[in-house]
């Protein structure tokens, strides 16, 4: 699949098959995610890539209650919205059946005298959006997503994150087992000023 295919339809995947990625794969979206950019290539990510079952139970543990919370939202009254509720709840109900779970970490070093946050998530920010492009690739499924926020603290214990390192990014990859097809973004004659606003 050439760049701009795999960019146009590297959709949020929230539901997965069970099937294990290869380790093949996993490296190579890995790589995809070092590529990117960041502020003086400082290169300022990590990566925390969970495989095991039992620690991804204990990660999926933590976003059970999440999925129950999201299970008793009212009906949002539109498709769009009810296909994303669905896929939350998913994620919640399933993150720890999710093959492959990828932390997305960063470090705030840049710049060295004075560091600041912004540039610290743009970094981790580009590798995860290269991350799921490569993935989309390869024919898995990625989702961007800021879950670890509701339970932080205590993944950060189950993983051992040191305190220096910020968890940026929790990104479920695996092959895809719901729906595919183009993103849907405005237009570009919507947002692009030539010369000028
Ligand atoms: C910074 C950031 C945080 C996000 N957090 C979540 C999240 O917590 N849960 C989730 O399901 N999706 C999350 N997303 C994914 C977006 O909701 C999704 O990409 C957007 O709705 C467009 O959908 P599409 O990519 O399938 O076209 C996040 C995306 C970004 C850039």
């Known amino acids: 699949m050439d760049v701009f295919d795999a960019m146009n339809t ?98 705030n070093i840049y710049p060295a005298d004075n560091p600041r946050e912004p540039f610290m998530y743009s970094a981790v920010y580009a590798a995860s959006q290269n991350l799921i492009v490569a993935a989309r690739a390869l024919g898995l499924g990625a989702a961007f997503t800021t879950l670890h926020g509701m339970v932080e603290k205590q993944i950060r214990t189950i993983l051992n994150i040191p305190d220096e390192m910020y968890i940026g990014t929790t990104i479920p990859l695996g092959y895809p087992d ?19 606003w």
Not at 178 to 196: A, C, L, Q, T, W
């Open 10 to 107: 590297a959709r949020a995947m929230r539901f997965f098959k069970p099937d294990p990625v290869p380790s093949e794969l996993i490296e190579k979206v890995l790589w995809a995610a070092t590529r990117a950019s960041s502020p003086n290539n400082t290169q300022g990510w990590d990566f925390i890539v969970v495989t095991d079952p039992e620690v991804r139970k204990q990660l999926g543990d933590l976003f059970l209650p999440f999925a129950e919370r999201v299970s008793k939202f009212p009906d949002p009254g539109n498709d769009t919205d009810r296909r994303t509720l669905k896929g939350a709840q998913n994620l919640g109900a399933n993150m720890g059946n999710f093959p492959c779970i990828i932390f997305v970490c960063g470090r």
């Open 178 to 196: 719901g729906p595919e097809g183009p993103v849907s973004r405005k237009d570009i004659s919507e947002v692009v000023h030539y010369n000028g």
